[in-house]
Nanobody, 127 residues
Framework: QVQLVESGGGLVQAGGNLRLSCVAS????????MGWFRQAPGKEREFAAS????????IYADSVKGRFTISRDNAKNTVFLQMNSLKPEDTAVYYC????????????????????WGQGTQVTVSS
């Protein structure tokens, strides 16, 4: 079992920045593909970014590409989402997710592939 705890959400003005963090329990963190997903009010949850277990491979949704950066610190069992140039449409609950993988370079955009989820952290961007 992996437990995920997100932090770093909050209220920010359009154009501002936030960094989300997600700490995972356990001692096999490098075996997990990590992802960030988000759910806006009245909308389905959607993919934002994913990073491989090694940290060497990443993938982003088109809506966040060039503004968001996913990274991880395997020594601290932590994955980050640096969000720059935030827009009101980025307002959502952001969820951290993990899926096990024997392959260190895999990334995954499908939320159905992820086994473990955090409780979510609210990000609100005001115009």
């Amino acid at each position: 079992q992996v437990q995920l705890v997100e932090s770093g959400g909050g209220l920010v003005q359009a154009g501002g920045n936030l960094r989300l963090s997600c700490v995972a329990s356990g001692n096999t963190f490098t075996r997990y593909v990590m992802g960030w997903f988000r759910q806006a009010p009245g909308k389905e949850r959607e993919f934002a970014a994913s990073i491989s277990g090694s940290g060497g491979d990443t993938i982003y949704a088109d809506s966040v590409k060039g503004r968001f950066t996913i990274s991880r610190d395997n020594a601290k069992n932590t994955v980050f989402l640096q969000m720059n140039s935030l827009k009101p449409e980025d307002t959502a609950v952001y969820y951290c997710a993990a899926r096990y993988s024997w392959v260190s370079w895999i990334v995954d955009t499908s939320q159905m592939a992820y086994n473990y989820w955090g409780q979510g952290t609210q990000v609100t961007v005001s115009s």
